[in-house]
C-alpha cells in the first residue's frame, strides 16, 4: 500500500500470532474468485472504469482545441483553382455580318480590356436568327492571411493569370482590437480551460480512488464479519454437541438444549445476512472496476491479518500545516483562482470592446498596371446596449468568483477542522471497541470454565450470550478500525493528497493526469 503524507505507518508488534481465517463461502454468484489487495483494486479501476476512460477520451479532444486556440497567430494559405463555361444567347441581328450570300460570319475574341483570361466564340447564322456565344473563364489565386499578436491584419494574395498578378492589404486597429493583450486573449482564455480541463479530470481520479477505497474496505468488513459469524455457528454447533451429551447424562436441563438451537439458528440468520452483505459489497466493487468478467472478488487473508495486528497511523501534521497545504494541493481551489482569473482577463476585453473602432487600412497590387492606397476609418455603432452589458457581466463574473474563493477559503478551514475532529473520534471509539473485544473474550473464558465445573454457577444460556457479547466487539472493533482508516481517506482528500498517496499507482497511467 502506498504511504499517506499526512501520517506515519507503525510496524506490525513482533511475536504476535495470526489469527487463523475460515474458509469462506460468502456468496453463491457466478464467477471466478479472485484474491485482491487494495493496489490490485485501484489498478484495475484506472484501467478499466468507463467514466475514466471517457474522461481521458475528452482530453483528446480538448488537448487538440488548445492547439487550434494556439494557432491563431499562424500563417493560413488558401488555394483556389476555377474553370467556367458560359453559354449565352442573342437575336440581335447587329451581331451577324451579312454575306454575299445572305448568311453572316461567327467572330472569335480571347481577350477583353481587362485583361482576365476569357474566351469568347460567338456562333454563326441567317440574320434575325437567334445567336449564341460561349465563354470560357479560368482562373488560378493563391491567397495568405496573417493575423499578429497586435492585430495587424495581413493578406497577400497572388494571380498568375490576372492583370494584377499580386495584391497585398493592410489593416492595423487603432483603439478597438489594439494590442497584444485584446489579441492574445483568446489564446489564454484556451490555456485557462486547459487547466481547467486537467484540473477537472485529476479531481475525477481523486473522486474515483476515493470511492474505490471505501467499497475495498466495506468488502473488508463484510468478509470478516462473515468470518466471524462461521467461526460463532461452528462454535455452536460444537456447543450443541456437547450440550446433548450433557443432557443425556442427566448434567442438564433439556431446556438449555432449547436455548443452545434457538442461539444456532440465529446465528445461521446472522451468517446469512452477512454473506449477503458480503455479495452487495463485492457486486459494488465490480461496478468501480466494469470487468466485463463476473468476477468474485475477495480480500487476502493475510492482509486482513496485518490489518488486525499493524498499530494505525497517526496525524504527524498540525491543523495550520493541513490547511495551509490544502490551499496548495486543493484542485478546486486551485481552478477557483483561474476563474477569477478568467473573468478579469474577459473584462478587460469588454472594456476594450467599448471604443471606438479606428483603424489604419492599406493596399498595394502589382501588375500590368501597379497603385497604391492608405485610409484611415473611424467607425462606431451606437443604439446597441449590448457592449454594456457585456461590461457589467464581466465586471459581476469577477465578484462573484472572488465570493466564491472567499467561501471556499472559508470551507476548506472548517472541512479540515471537522476531519480532524472525525479522526479523533474514530481513534477514541476504536480504543473502546478494542477494550470491550478483549472484556469480552476474557468474560467468555471464565463462562466456559465455570461451566464446565461440576456444579458451577454459570448456565448454558450465558454462554451464549457471552458468544454473542464477543462476535458483536469483534465487529465493532473491525468496524471502527476500518472507520478510522476511512476518516484518514477523507482527510487526504479534503486536503488535496490523495494523488500523492497513490501516485506509484498513477504514474503507470498517465493520461489520467495529463
Known amino acids: 500500500m502506498s504511504s499517506s503524507p499526512l501520517v506515519v505507518q507503525a510496524q506490525p508488534p513482533a511475536n504476535n500470532p495470526v489469527r487463523n ?85 461567327g467572330t472569335s475574341n480571347s481577350s477583353n480590356s481587362s485583361g482576365d483570361n476569357v474566351e469568347n466564340v460567338v456562333g454563326t447564322g441567317s440574320l434575325g436568327e437567334q445567336n449564341s456565344s460561349t465563354t470560357f473563364s479560368r482562373d488560378v489565386q493563391v491567397s495568405a492571411n496573417l493575423l499578429t499578436r497586435i492585430g495587424t491584419q495581413l493578406t497577400l494574395t497572388v494571380n498568375p493569370l490576372s492583370t494584377q498578378k499580386l495584391e497585398l492589404s493592410i489593416a492595423q486597429p487603432l483603439l478597438r482590437g489594439a494590442g497584444r493583450l485584446v489579441n492574445e486573449a483568446s489564446v489564454k482564455n484556451a490555456r485557462f480551460t486547459e487547466k481547467q480541463n486537467i484540473l477537472t479530470l485529476k479531481q475525477s481520479v481523486i473522486d474515483k480512488l476515493t470511492e474505490t477505497i471505501a467499497a475495498y474496505r466495506t468488502l473488508i ?18 456447543q450443541l454437541g456437547f450440550t446433548k451429551i450433557l443432557v443425556e447424562a442427566g448434567r442438564k436441563a433439556k431446556v438449555e438444549l432449547v436455548e443452545t438451537q434457538k442461539s444456532l439458528a440465529d446465528t445461521e440468520q446472522s451468517l446469512g445476512a452477512a454473506r449477503n452483505s458480503f455479495a452487495q459489497a463485492n457486486s459494488d466493487l465490480l461496478k468501480l472496476i466494469e470487468s466485463n468478467q463476473p468476477l468474485n472478488i475477495t480480500v487476502p487473508q493475510p492482509d486482513i491479518n496485518a490489518l488486525d495486528n499493524t498499530v494505525l497511523p497517526k496525524i504527524v501534521r498540525s491543523p495550520e500545516d493541513l490547511v495551509a497545504l490544502a490551499y496548495q494541493k486543493r484542485l478546486d481551489y486551485q481552478q477557483a483562482k483561474i476563474a477569477i482569473d478568467t473573468e478579469k482577463l474577459n473584462q478587460r476585453i469588454a472594456r476594450n470592446n467599448q471604443l471606438w473602432n479606428l483603424d489604419l487600412q492599406g493596399n498595394t497590387s502589382l501588375g500590368e498596371s501597379s497603385q497604391a492606397s492608405a485610409s484611415l476609418v473611424l467607425k462606431k455603432t451606437f443604439g446597441d446596449r449590448s457592449v454594456k452589458t457585456e461590461v457589467l457581466r464581466r465586471r459581476i463574473g469577477v465578484l462573484k468568483n472572488e465570493n466564491r474563493l472567499a467561501q471556499l477559503t472559508d470551507n476548506i478551514r472548517r472541512e479540515v477542522s471537522d476531519r480532524l475532529r472525525d479522526i479523533d473520534s474514530s ?40 458468544q454473542d457479547d464477543l462476535v458483536a466487539a469483534q465487529n465493532n472493533e473491525l468496524n471502527t478500525k476500518i472507520d478510522y482508516l476511512n476518516a484518514i481517506t477523507n482527510l487526504e482528500k479534503v486536503v488535496g493528497l490523495t494523488l500523492d498517496t497513490w501516485k506509484d499507482l498513477i504514474a503507470a497511467n498517465q493520461s489520467l493526469i495529463q
Do not use: C, Y
Not at 484474491?35 to 476512460?53: C, E, M, S, W
Not at 470478516?224 to 460463532?232: D, F
Open 21 to 105: 481465517g475460515l474458509p469462506l463461502s460468502a456468496s453463491k454468484a457466478m464467477g471466478k474468485t479472485v484474491q485482491l489487495t487494495l493496489a490490485d483494486v485501484i489498478k484495475l479501476v484506472l484501467q478499466g472504469n468507463r467514466d475514466l476512460k471517457n474522461a481521458t477520451l475528452d482530453r483528446i479532444v480538448q488537448r487538440q482545441e488548445l492547439k487550434e486556440a494556439e494557432g491563431k497567430f499562424s500563417p493560413t494559405i488558401t488555394p483556389s483553382f476555377s474553370f467556367g463555361v458560359t453559354k449565352s444567347f442573342n437575336t440581335n441581328s447587329e451581331t451577324s455580318i451579312p454575306t454575299d450570300n445572305g448568311s453572316s460570319s
Open 221 to 238: 468488513k463484510t468478509q470478516e464479519a462473515v468470518r466471524i459469524q462461521s467461526l460463532a455457528l461452528n462454535s455452536k454447533q460444537k
Open 427 to 466: 481513534l477514541m471509539q476504536l480504543k473502546t471497541a478494542q477494550q470491550t473485544r478483549e472484556f469480552a473474550d476474557r468474560q467468555l473464558q471464565v463462562s466456559q470454565e465455570r461451566f464446565k465445573r461440576r456444579g458451577g454457577q454459570t448456565t448454558l444460556f450465558e454462554i451464549i450470550q457471552k
